[in-house]
């Protein structure tokens, strides 16, 4: 089944303690981006990846990292998580041509308190 | 500058009415166009998309119309369901390797 996970699904944490939120597809997509969706806000793009090695930020990246060494895998990293990072995450990946359409995953909720 | 834009944050319709949700948009570059819909604890899922070539894209109860001119797209959902009921996400893109803008939702409730 295509899909795209990520890991953990919840997530309770305090100030400053560095966590990484997992997000692995199975469609041999070269794109993948995180979002977080905040109330009143929508979907806002953290980072996004074209393919391995090649990373880029998007509307929202302070506070955050992004690595791709493989194709499959896009983790987003806090290396020191602030209350304003409570918030619901999507991780997502297309194939990145054309008229593709975008998959996402089924959303980590983090509160950092 | 938001480059997507959905202005209604919420709507209301009865089971079996016509729903119809807009977006407009301000990047002329955009020419790909997606609506997702998105249940409580659950990613987004894609719903139906439109290329700026039409001007219409039906799928079963689902249809989705772009004027250009006007920088604007609209889902209607006809008949409405209350599985129907979720938040639904406009987005676009240009034709390059670039990232989906998308709106800040509107939460569709059909009442049963």
């Known amino acids: 089944e295509a899909q795209v996970t990520q890991n953990p699904r919840y997530l309770i944490t305090v100030t400053g303690k560095k966590l990484t939120v997992t997000c692995s597809q199975n469609?041999?997509?070269?794109?993948m981006s995180w979002y977080r969706q905040d109330p009143g806000l929508g979907l806002r793009q953290i980072y996004y990846?074209?393919?391995?090695?090649?990373?880029d930020k998007g509307d929202v990246p302070e506070g955050y990292k992004v690595s791709r060494k493989e194709k499959r895998n896009f983790p987003l990293i806090l290396e020191s998580p602030s209350p304003n990072q409570t918030s619901l995450y999507f991780c997502?990946?297309?194939?990145?041509?054309?008229?593709?359409?975008?998959?996402f995953g089924p959303g980590t909720r983090l509160t950092v308190l | 500058d938001q480059q997507v834009k959905q202005n209604s944050p919420s709507l209301s319709v009865q089971e079996g009415r016509i729903s119809i949700l807009n977006c407009d948009y301000t990047?002329?570059?955009?020419?790909?166009f997606l609506w997702y819909k998105k249940y409580p604890a659950e990613g987004p899922t894609f719903l139906i998309s439109?290329?700026?070539?039409?001007d219409k894209n039906e799928d079963g109860r689902f249809t989705v119309f772009l004027n250009k001119s006007a920088k604007h797209l609209s889902l209607h959902i006809v008949p409405s369901q209350p599985g129907d009921s979720a938040v639904y996400f406009c987005?676009?893109?240009?034709?390059?390797?670039?990232?989906?803008?998308f709106g800040k939702g509107t939460r569709l409730s059909v009442i049963a």
């Open positions: 997502a990946s297309r194939q990145g041509l054309g008229t593709d359409t975008q998959y």
């Open positions: 439109i290329s700026s070539i039409k």
């Open positions: 469609m041999n997509h070269e794109y």
């Open positions: 990846s074209m393919n391995v090695e090649v990373t």
């Open positions: 990047n002329s570059m955009f020419d790909y």
């Open positions: 987005a676009a893109r240009d034709s390059g390797n670039t990232p989906l803008v």
